[in-house]
């Protein structure tokens, strides 16, 4: 519990006070400072989360009352397809490397990323990426609607795909690199660039599930766009990788995306783990109960989601054995994933908690994390599945997982760090308002969807028989005030941005924080350059088990 | 609150779950009417109720610690940070819980897949946006449709859709199977990749183009099970679904009997007056054109042509058979089409959707063309 506070050396600062941004908007283009990116990748994915979020809105209000109402079945299989790949493309992964751009320096006393330059690519390919991708949009033909899974034969049929097809291929190529880029330059980031005295095991639960989740982008986004590079091959260039006709096999397709799309999941919530390890001891003001297992519970959930991708293809028609080996394989996840809900709790347990909006956030991320955790393991049960296979069962059970969970982690992370980054703190009273129409209405758009799956209403549909009527329309009412809701959180960043409350934060922020992470010992706002001279000790208070 | 809500949710499909097997309007999984729905259904309802245990114990703990130990209580922060044993013990018991349910599960999972020892087969091929049966122990073979009232009602803004029976679950022919036989199914497709589900059977499978599966049933109680596709299929992946009557072993017979001669028919060539050819025509075209044409025939842009002005529509009658007949690259050929449905479609599309040639395309003649085979 040794915390420290960093001998800042006053002639390094002023040494470099003059080496500030560059003046007016090219700072944000040459920019190769962490900080300025990771608030570049913020925005960013704010800006997409809107994007996206305004789409969901369009499915919602198609999906209110049965019988087709606003838009045609394709633009309505266009905006399922466009909303799933803005929000994992756009919005929760770069928000995520946004963090941690902005916070794995700070956190490990860095001066900045190891790589700056591909740093700065690595965000403006990510916006190409996003464009090419919305481009599409704006084809007489549409926007690719075969679903985020760009699943053959669907997907390379003239008459659904249309002219989308090379453009989404080509966004995921570039989606691809920046993410590899961005997951290098993290790792580089952490091996080589900690302060001096903070061992592997020393580091915050965040750089680590961060380190863990760079390991698996690099990985799987090869896969991915090796997959999409043979769909571009099957439609253009005569191959027949996926075509019966020619040799080749459909569902190889699904083993490849699979492959690629279960390690994806995890990107967008092992990050969420680490946010949350950071946030609740800080509130319970209390240690982490269990880092060491944290850190290992977090590495084999990481392994295992290399070996379970054809639980997401039980009903594709798979030999026992296949059936049989990936419903044991993804059973297993849920023992590491219960370890760390059951270690969040033992943190709270015992402590002195207050409950300021990111506390907040992070106890909703808890509960409904596993809600969405527990409708997983009904899933894995494999025959179960061909019953809940592609309904709006897992429907309710993946949103679960990512808008309760990610998407929340991600508001409780601007709410602890925003005052730290600005040096303003936030209107508390408005951010517990966001909070809870927030965590009510979420409960109202995506649990009805458990109990429409469960009777028989299969998902990626526009119109639905009337006996599901009900349970969609409450379910579009949550719709509308979660997305409503979220302005407020759009009011709350600009806001405090621009000043706040008016009070001037200290550079803890919050109680005894600094017990907890290097950046609470900075000064607030966190200075232009930071960490010119390493620290020399580091805070252990979330670490006390390894030593 | 979420304690309280997945509590109450549980109780609530607990009571209902009792009903579900007749109730139109569920809460929770169908129990079905085969042993392996109601196999599925146990086991799904005692992992659900493992889930909500856990659950409660979870989130019980954990609200207990958010209301006693809160610093606006004065509750003062413990600073233990682990205990091996705990750990081990929250270790271990999930294991075994896992274990506990992987066993009934795969032992559900082995009679599930066990194909062998059918009494009858029954093909199943996906197509956009229909089904195709065909029985392979006798010649029956159709296909199987959306019902018009429903593919009417969800093609015209502002339709009263309580009015439609079933809406958008009913079809023209449904697949008929006899009760407590073992049937196999052999699934493919001839487009997409499409999915069969009859939530009643407890199962769906995937319908692969090129590729084969298999799955069985059998049904314990005569009565009409209706499903949907589940696998996004296109335009009209919403509007392919799918209605099995289970009909008694002698109904049945019956049935196969009918239907056998039906097929043997010869189909009736004689002319028609203009309004029959028309509403034939109609239905002709909701089975197998309006999916791409649309029901205005304004087609799709940039995608499907229009058949409203259309020259190749309004023009020469002997080419525009020939087209229908044999496809292109982008549109399937309608071969299948008797000579009595070509001149009933001709028809229609030529005097309706916006078109007005003002003529009669009687089925005699077809047979010229027809005959080039």
Redesign the interface.
């Known amino acids: 519990m040794s915390a420290v506070i960093a001998e800042h050396d006053d002639h390094h600062a002023d040494e470099h006070h003059d080496h500030g941004p560059a003046k007016g908007l090219l700072r944000w283009i040459i920019t190769t400072n962490h900080k300025d990116i990771g608030t570049l990748y913020l925005l960013f994915a704010l800006a997409m989360f809107f994007v996206g979020g305004s789409m969901a809105m369009v499915i919602r209000a198609e999906l209110f009352e049965p019988g087709l109402q606003f838009v045609d079945p394709m633009f309505f299989n266009s905006m399922t397809t466009m909303h799933a790949l803005v929000m994992v493309f756009g919005a929760v992964m770069p928000a995520f490397v946004g963090l941690a751009n902005w916070q794995i320096p700070l956190m490990i006393g860095a001066k900045d990323m190891a790589l700056p330059r591909m740093n700065n690519m690595s965000f403006w390919l990510l916006v190409a990426g996003v464009l090419l991708l919305a481009s599409t949009l704006f084809m007489e033909t549409g926007a690719p609607s075969a679903g985020w899974t760009f699943y053959p034969p669907l997907v390379l049929q003239p008459i659904t795909v249309g002219t989308a097809l090379p453009f989404a291929v080509f966004a995921v190529h570039l989606l691809g690199i920046s993410s590899i880029m961005g997951a290098i330059n993290i790792i580089a980031t952490i091996f080589n660039m900690r302060a001096p005295s903070m061992k592997m095991m020393d580091m915050p639960l965040f750089v680590w599930t961060w380190l863990i989740t760079a390991f698996l982008l690099i990985a799987v986004m090869p896969v991915f766009a090796g997959a999409v590079t043979m769909l571009l091959t099957d439609k253009f260039f005569h191959t027949s990788f996926f075509n019966a006709a020619g040799g080749g096999d459909p569902v190889l397709y699904q083993h490849i995306f699979w492959f690629f799309g279960h390690p994806e999941v995890y990107i967008m919530i092992l990050p969420t783990f680490g946010v949350a390890s950071t946030i609740i001891p800080v509130f319970a003001r209390k240690p982490l109960f269990g880092y060491a297992s944290m850190v290992w519970a977090t590495g084999s959930i990481a392994f295992f989601s290399f070996i379970v991708w054809a639980h997401h293809m039980f009903t594709v028609g798979m030999p026992m054995a296949g059936e049989l080996y990936f419903m044991y394989a993804t059973m297993i996840i849920a023992v590491p994933t219960g370890v760390k809900v059951f270690n969040w709790t033992a943190t709270m347990w015992k402590g002195a908690m207050t409950f300021e909006t990111p506390m907040l956030f992070s106890i909703a991320f808890v509960v409904l994390f596993t809600m969405g955790g527990l409708t997983g393991l009904m899933m894995a049960i494999a025959p179960v599945d061909f019953q809940y296979h592609d309904t709006y069962f897992i429907v309710a059970h993946f949103h679960y997982t990512l808008v309760p969970a990610s998407i929340f982690i991600l508001m409780a992370a601007g709410y602890f760090w925003l005052p730290k980054w600005t040096g303003h703190m936030y209107n508390e009273k408005i951010g517990q308002l966001h909070f809870w129409l927030s965590a009510i209405s979420v409960n109202i758009l995506f649990f009805p969807q458990h109990f429409l799956g469960l009777a028989g209403m299969p998902r990626r549909i526009p119109d639905y028989a009337v006996q599901f009527a009900d349970w969609n329309m409450i379910s579009s009412i949550g719709g509308f005030i979660f997305g409503a809701s979220q302005l407020l959180f759009l009011y709350i960043v600009i806001d405090t941005i621009k000043g706040g409350t008016g009070e001037k934060v200290t550079d803890e922020v919050w109680e005894d924080a600094s017990k907890h992470s290097l950046e609470w010992t900075l000064p607030s706002p966190v200075p232009y350059h930071t960490w010119e001279t390493p620290p020399m000790l580091v805070p252990t208070e979330h670490v006390l088990d390894s030593h | 609150?979420?304690k309280i809500?997945?509590l109450f949710?549980g109780v609530s499909l607990m009571a209902l779950g009792q009903e579900a097997a007749q109730a139109?309007?569920?809460?929770?999984?169908?129990k079905g009417v085969t042993k392996?729905s109601n196999?599925?259904y146990d086991?799904?309802m005692l992992?659900?109720w493992i889930?909500v245990f856990?659950?409660i114990g979870?989130?019980g703990?954990?609200f207990y610690?958010?209301y006693h130990?809160?610093?606006?209580k004065g509750?003062?922060?413990?600073?233990?940070?682990?205990?091996t044993t705990?750990?081990i013990i929250?270790?271990i018991i999930?294991?075994l819980i896992?274990i506990g349910?992987?066993i009934p599960?795969?032992k559900?999972?082995?009679e599930?897949?066990d194909v062998q020892k059918s009494d009858m087969t029954i093909q199943i091929t996906g197509k956009q946006w229909y089904w195709d049966y065909k029985y392979l122990d006798n010649d029956i073979h159709f296909e199987s449709h959306l019902d018009e009232a429903s593919e009417k009602?969800?093609?015209i803004?502002?339709?009263n859709?309580?009015a439609v029976a079933?809406?958008?679950?009913a079809v023209d022919k449904p697949l008929v199977i006899p009760v407590k036989k073992k049937i196999r199914f052999v699934l493919t497709s001839s487009?997409?990749?499409h999915?069969w589900?009859v939530?009643d059977l407890?199962?769906?499978?995937?319908a692969?183009?090129?590729?084969i599966?298999?799955a069985w049933t059998s049904v314990d109680k005569a009565g009409v099970y209706r499903?949907?596709?589940?696998?996004?299929?296109?335009?009209?992946?919403?509007?392919m679904p799918i209605v099995v009557v289970a009909l008694e072993q002698p109904d049945y017979d019956a049935w196969v009997k009918k239907t056998s001669e039906q097929q043997k028919q010869k189909p009736d060539l004689s002319d028609q007056h203009h309004e029959q050819l028309i509403s034939h025509g109609e239905s002709v075209y909701l089975k197998n054109c309006v999916g791409?044409h649309q029901i205005d025939g304004a087609g799709?842009?940039?995608?499907?042509p229009a058949i409203t002005a259309s020259p190749k529509v309004t023009g020469a009658i002997d080419p525009l058979i020939g087209f229908l007949q044999a496809g292109t690259s982008?549109m399937p050929a309608f071969s299948k089409l008797k000579d009595n449905e070509l001149a009933e479609v001709i028809t229609y599309i030529r005097n309706d959707l916006g078109n007005k040639v003002g003529d009669d395309i009687q089925p005699n003649k077809i047979t010229p063309v027809y005959e080039d085979d």
Request: net charge neutral; proline share 3%; charged share 20%.
């Open positions: 609150m979420n809500k997945k949710a139109d309007y569920t809460l929770n999984l169908m392996v196999d599925i086991l799904h992992i659900l889930c856990i659950g979870v989130f703990t954990m610690s958010i130990h809160r610093k606006s509750h003062e922060a413990a600073q233990f940070h682990e205990n705990v750990e929250w270790t999930p294991t896992l349910m992987a599960a795969t559900t999972m082995l599930l897949a009602a969800h093609r803004k502002g339709a859709l309580n079933n809406y958008l679950l487009d997409v990749i999915s589900w939530p407890g199962w769906k499978k995937d692969n183009p090129g590729f599966n298999e499903g949907q596709c589940t696998e996004l299929c296109g335009r009209d992946h919403g509007f791409c799709v842009a940039g995608l499907i982008k």
